[in-house]
């Protein structure tokens, strides 16, 4: 047990899914895995292990932000052995190529909170994907619409600075709350990670997904994330 996984040792797979929201946790273990089993009901942050195509995995609610994420991983990577998390979750576009409904892998994961230069003392660390979980959801995500670029993890979902011309101007694809504490702490812990995430609403036009395509996009995340995870 850690301080917010009631899991024993050995309940929790070596590589696990990771999306935002607990009930999507719930939604991935009862649709996508056989014979799930719950191994965390803390906080009621869900996970559940099961198996995918054959092999053990889990799925685990991290919540929203960077700060929530990182207990998360921090006890996966450091309690349960955990060697492969890919996020699955939603973004909002920046650029005018990245449409609704869309999906990004996101090489690298910019952010303008204090996590990642409080880890590595004011250097400015690049927080970025594994290469190995990148070519394989890439080549499961390559048959939708796909993106691959560099996300920023945002510490406010209300931001009312002018972050979203200058992340704009530097290509940035999409904005999100959670990558970049991911990818900084499985560089520190030598793991693999990556994020999976559709583009769920446009920050600069304002266009957000209905629910059919909510639940289109949901199942090819799912779909790329389980694929790269048992690769
Ligand atoms: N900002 C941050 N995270 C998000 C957004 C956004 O606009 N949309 C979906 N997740």
């Known amino acids: 047990m850690s301080l917010h996984i009631a899991a024993k040792p050995g309940e929790v797979a070596e590589?696990?899914?990771?999306?935002?929201?607990p009930l999507r946790a719930k939604w991935v273990a009862e649709n996508f895995l056989t014979d799930p089993v719950q191994y965390n009901s803390v906080r009621n942050m869900f996970g559940y292990t099961?198996?995918?195509?054959?092999?053990?995995?889990?799925?685990?609610?991290?919540?929203?932000?960077?700060?929530?994420?990182?207990?998360?991983?921090?006890?996966?990577?450091?309690?349960?052995?955990?060697?492969?998390?890919?996020?699955?979750?939603?973004?909002g576009a920046i650029q005018d190529e990245t449409k609704v409904g869309d999906l990004i892998l996101a090489l690298s994961a910019s952010t303008d909170s204090a996590v990642n230069r409080?880890?590595?003392?004011?250097?400015?660390?690049?927080?970025?994907c594994d290469f190995h979980l990148l070519k394989s959801a890439y080549e499961v995500a390559k048959k939708f619409r796909v993106h691959v670029g560099?996300?920023?993890?945002?510490?406010?979902?209300?931001d009312t600075t002018d972050a979203l011309t200058k992340l704009r101007e530097y290509n940035v694809l999409a904005l999100?709350?959670?990558?970049?504490?991911?990818?900084?702490?499985?560089?520190?812990?030598?793991?693999?990670?990556?994020?999976?995430?559709?583009?769920?609403?446009?920050?600069?036009?304002?266009?957000?997904?209905?629910?059919?395509?909510?639940?289109?996009?949901?199942?090819?995340?799912?779909?790329?994330?389980?694929?790269?995870?048992?690769?």
């Open 15 to 21: 590589r696990i899914l990771l999306p935002g929201d």
């Open 150 to 158: 560099g996300v920023s993890s945002m510490d406010q979902f209300y």
């Open 50 to 91: 099961g198996s995918y195509k054959g092999e053990r995995v889990s799925v685990q609610g991290s919540g929203m932000g960077l700060p929530s994420i990182s207990i998360y991983v921090h006890e996966l990577f450091t309690e349960y052995n955990v060697q492969r998390a890919i996020r699955i979750g939603t973004c």
């Open 118 to 128: 409080r880890a590595t003392n004011g250097l400015d660390f690049a927080p970025h």
């Open 176 to 231: 999100e709350m959670e990558a970049s504490a991911l990818y900084t702490l499985a560089a520190r812990f030598k793991r693999q990670a990556l994020a999976v995430l559709t583009v769920s609403d446009h920050v600069i036009t304002h266009e957000a997904m209905d629910a059919t395509s909510r639940e289109r996009t949901l199942k090819e995340m799912v779909e790329v994330g389980l694929e790269a995870l048992i690769s």
